[in-house]
């Protein structure tokens, strides 16, 4: 199963791509967390990429689908893959379709998690990320057993520079103007699952799976 979740940030794709590689047994994409990590191995990528991460706009297309592209050609993705944060241009939409195109295959679903403005604002302030496998928890509505300290893997949790709330603000707007615009693009191609984001993370879970399954 190829699988793409689109939405603003804050509405939940790595909370839910996490949950549903775990319960498909494929692999999570998140250009997200591969970007992090770079920038904390403080690889050439993570040197270009934090720029352009810290001010909330988006790294380049050129860079993102050369990251991408090596990526889906790992093994771990012969049976499918979740995409997390990709793509967010229709630049990068196009240039999936060309990959895919080239070698026979096809997506089966684009999740849109759909949610409001102010919810999201909410979300990113309390989000705190594990430093070691990414996980996502909020201090009210998702908190660890322990404080500071994450459940999965016992790493240490920590806030991220762009969820500061000047950078949400624009990253909200880069949102509107260069990833919203993928909403028609899949819905154009009969792909497109709009599923209501705001709930308990399990509720939206199982809206998932029905979304996925009456495909
Ligand atoms: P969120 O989950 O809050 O939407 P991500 O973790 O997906 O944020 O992305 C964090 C930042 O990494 C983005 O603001 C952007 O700078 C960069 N980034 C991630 N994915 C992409 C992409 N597909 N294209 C360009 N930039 C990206
Ligand atoms: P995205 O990857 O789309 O930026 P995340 O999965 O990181 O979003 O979630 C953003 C924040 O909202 C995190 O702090 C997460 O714990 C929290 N969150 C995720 N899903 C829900 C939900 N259904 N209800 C309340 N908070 C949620
Ligand atoms: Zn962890």
Redesign the pocket.
Same mark, same amino acid.
């Given at each position: 199963m190829r699988l793409i979740f689109l939405?603003?940030? =804050?509405?939940?794709? =790595?909370?839910?791509s996490q949950m549903l590689s775990e319960s498909l047994g494929i692999p999570q994409v998140s250009t997200?967390d591969m970007l992090r990590q770079a920038v904390a191995q403080r690889t050439q990528l993570g040197e270009v990429a934090r720029g352009y991460m810290e001010s909330g706009g988006l790294v380049p297309d050129d860079i993102i689908v050369g990251i991408v592209s090596e990526r889906l050609k790992k093994n771990d993705c012969v049976k499918g893959y979740i995409l997390?944060?990709f793509p967010r241009t229709v630049v990068q939409a196009e240039k999936l379709d060309e990959a895919l195109n080239g070698s026979g295959e096809r997506l089966d679903s684009v999740i849109n998690?759909v949610i409001r403005e102010d919810e999201l604002v909410q979300?990113?302030s =309390?989000?705190?990320?594990c430093g070691s496998c990414q996980r996502?928890?909020?201090i009210t509505?998702?908190p660890p057993a322990k404080e500071g300290i994450c459940d999965a893997c016992g790493g240490q949790l920590v806030t991220r520079a762009d969820d500061e709330v000047g950078t949400v603000r624009k990253r909200l707007e880069v949102y509107r103007n260069q990833t919203s615009p993928l909403i028609q693009f899949y819905a154009g191609k009969s792909l497109l699952r709009d599923v209501e984001?705001? =709930?308990?993370?399990r509720e939206?879970f199982s809206r998932i799976n029905t979304a996925i399954a009456g495909k």
């Open positions: 939405g603003p940030p =804050g509405a939940g794709k =790595g909370t839910q997200g997390d944060g998690i979300r990113l =309390g989000r705190r990320v996502a928890y909020h509505t998702s984001g705001v =709930g308990e993370i939206v």
